[in-house]
Nanobody
């Protein structure tokens, strides 16, 4: 099983980026899939997560209304559309998969992790 995250880069405040996480070796649509991020000097935090059990999506308060989780089952890929980016969104972003139909708030529960993609928001 591999998760390949991509799409990061340098963007000005107020700009947008779309991150992608392509999976191989399993079908993402059967499992909870999340985006986490880790800023320099800070703990890794969960940003968003999709639960296939009920079709709900979790968003951290800091990104609600700006970030959108989506998925393309045919491509076995999930996305994180990030709009109205702020300097405090600067971090390495990771996708992760949990062998469950429900998202977990416990990072250790996630079974597979992508390699991370750097997002830098700066003028």
């Amino acid at each position: 099983v591999q998760l390949q995250a991509s799409g990061g880069g340098l963007v000005q405040p107020g700009g947008s980026l779309r991150l992608s996480c392509a999976a191989s070796g399993l079908a993402l649509n059967y499992y909870a899939t999340a985006w986490f991020r880790q800023a320099p000097g800070k703990e890794r935090e969960r940003v968003s997560c999709f639960s296939p059990s009920d079709g709900t999506t979790y968003y951290a308060d800091s990104v609600k209304g700006r970030f959108t989780f989506s998925r393309d089952n045919a491509k076995n890929t999930v996305y994180l559309q990030m709009n109205s980016l702020k300097p405090e969104d600067t971090a390495v972003y990771y996708c992760a998969m949990h062998f469950s139909l429900l998202c977990s708030g416990v990072q250790a529960a996630y079974n597979y992790w992508g390699q991370g993609t750097q997002v830098t928001v700066s003028s």
